[in-house]
Structure formats: structure tokens, C-alpha cells
């Protein structure tokens, strides 16, 4: 069966809810004051971004011999592990409507 994410099943009501949809299907409580009713989405609404990366995979050097430093064969891979919204406008400026952590499939290394 195909999977649905957590935001097309609620839609835009995903960001009205108290809860967090990433802890392995259990919703739990968070620091952050969803969306009201009165606040509307569109072009007029101002959110910041903040995201926290996690490394997955080292980089790979190899030492080129002939100049004697290192070469990078292969960068460093991150993943996202969280992301939160701010207001960035209106009453409540600085208030996160979403914080939330992302599940990762891959191990921290």
C-alpha cells in the first residue's frame, strides 16, 4: 500500500494541530503555538526557517602524492534532523507555529 504523508492527510489543518506528527506515529506535545483560525496563509504571511543538520556519512580525503595534501574524494553527507517555523510578522513575531524533529532512516555518524 502506498504511503501518505502525515501533511497531505491533514492538509493545511497539519499546521492548526498541537501536536508533532514525526515521533513514529505517535503525536506528541511540543513548545510551539500551531496556527490559529485568524491567521492566514498567503503571500502576506512572513515565516523564518531554522534547520538543524546531522552528519551521515564522513568525508573521504586521499593524499595526492605528488603535492602532498589532501585530495577530497567524497564530501561529507548531512541529513535534516529538525526544522521550525517563526512568525516573522504580526503580533505574535518570533512565536514558532511548527518545531519539530525529522526521523531519520539513516545512523548519526
Do not use: W
Not at 15 to 25: D, I, K, M, Q
Not at 30 to 49: C, D, S, T, W
Amino acid at each position: 500500500p502506498m504511503r501518505v504523508s502525515p501533511i497531505a492527510a491533514f492538509g493545511l489543518n497539519a499546521f492548526l494541530r498541537p501536536e508533532t506528527l514525526s515521533a513514529r506515529g505517535a503525536l506528541t506535545r511540543h513548545n510551539f503555538q500551531p496556527l490559529r483560525p485568524h491567521e492566514k496563509v498567503g503571500p502576506h504571511m512572513h515565516v523564518a526557517i531554522d534547520c538543524e543538520f546531522v552528519c551521515v556519512e564522513k568525508e573521504e580525503t586521499r593524499l595526492n602524492k605528488r603535492t602532498g595534501k589532501d585530495v577530497l574524494v567524497k564530501p561529507m553527507r548531512h541529513s535534516l534532523a529538525r526544522i521550525s517555523l517563526l512568525r516573522a510578522s504580526g503580533p505574535d513575531i518570533g512565536k514558532p507555529l511548527l518545531d519539530d524533529y525529522i526521523v531519520g532512516s539513516e545512523p548519526v555518524v
